[in-house]
């Protein structure tokens, strides 16, 4: 059974600090799926990045990046330079390739940036 | 584009009384699910369908019905409401033939049964 641990449940930074949340994951599958949605205030959830297990460079968009590393089955998340738009909570999830596209979603991270 | 709406956004419950979830996308996606978000669970998946006509149960199946007539909607219902389905509703959906599996999700709907 696929499996993710997003452990730290609060963090709370002050602005322009750089922050990272981590997500580990458990899956069987060689081919699977790894997202990162954020939930702010307002409650819906928005997508902010797919990776699939094939691919393990890094990415960086704007004061983004993502970390994936399969040796440790990890897949880290890092804002740069915080704003305080940036609090809210922070969903990891997974995906394996089995046909269907069902998602198991971490407990999430509750990011809060002090201004 | 609308992309996927829910409705009601908010719905207060007696136990036993039933109700349906509605969800509608008009992005043409195929697969269409729905979880529920309770507090330090993340959210977990209740019903999916990969097409009209085919629908099956996901992890937290209980209480709940599904079905999928069209491509368009999958609403949900509950039979008969309990305390313990009192929870944030999220329906999403994605396009399964492009293999890109990112799910795109409504604004949920918000649920208390008393």
């Known amino acids: 059974a696929q499996k993710v641990t997003q452990a730290q449940t609060e963090i709370s930074v002050v602005e322009k600090e750089d922050v990272t949340l981590d997500c580990v994951y458990e899956?069987?599958?060689?081919?699977?799926?790894l997202f990162w949605y954020k939930q702010p205030p307002s409650g819906e959830l928005v997508f902010l990045i797919r990776r699939n297990s094939f691919d393990e460079q890094n990415e960086i968009s704007g004061r983004y990046s993502w970390n994936f590393q399969k040796s440790t089955s990890s897949f880290n998340f890092t804002i740069t330079a915080s704003q305080v738009v940036d609090s809210a909570v922070y969903f990891c999830?997974?995906?394996?390739?089995?046909?269907?596209?069902?998602?198991?979603f971490g407990t999430g991270t509750r990011l809060t940036i002090i201004p | 584009n609308a992309g996927v709406t829910q409705t009601p956004k908010f719905q207060v419950l007696k136990t036993g009384q039933s109700m349906t979830l509605q969800c509608a996308q008009d992005m043409n996606h195929e697969y269409m699910s729905w979880y529920r978000q309770d507090p330090g669970m993340g959210l977990r998946l209740i019903h999916y369908s990969v097409g009209a006509g085919i629908t099956d149960q996901g992890e937290v199946p209980n209480g709940y019905n599904v079905s999928r007539s069209t491509t368009e909607d999958f609403p949900l219902r509950l039979l008969s409401a309990a305390p313990s389905q009192t929870s944030v509703y999220f329906c999403a959906s994605s396009y399964s033939r492009t293999g890109t599996k990112t799910q795109y999700f409504g604004p949920g709907t918000r649920l208390l049964v008393l």
């Open positions: 999830a997974l995906s394996e390739d089995v046909g269907n596209e069902k998602l198991t």
């Open positions: 899956t069987r599958d060689t081919t699977y799926y």
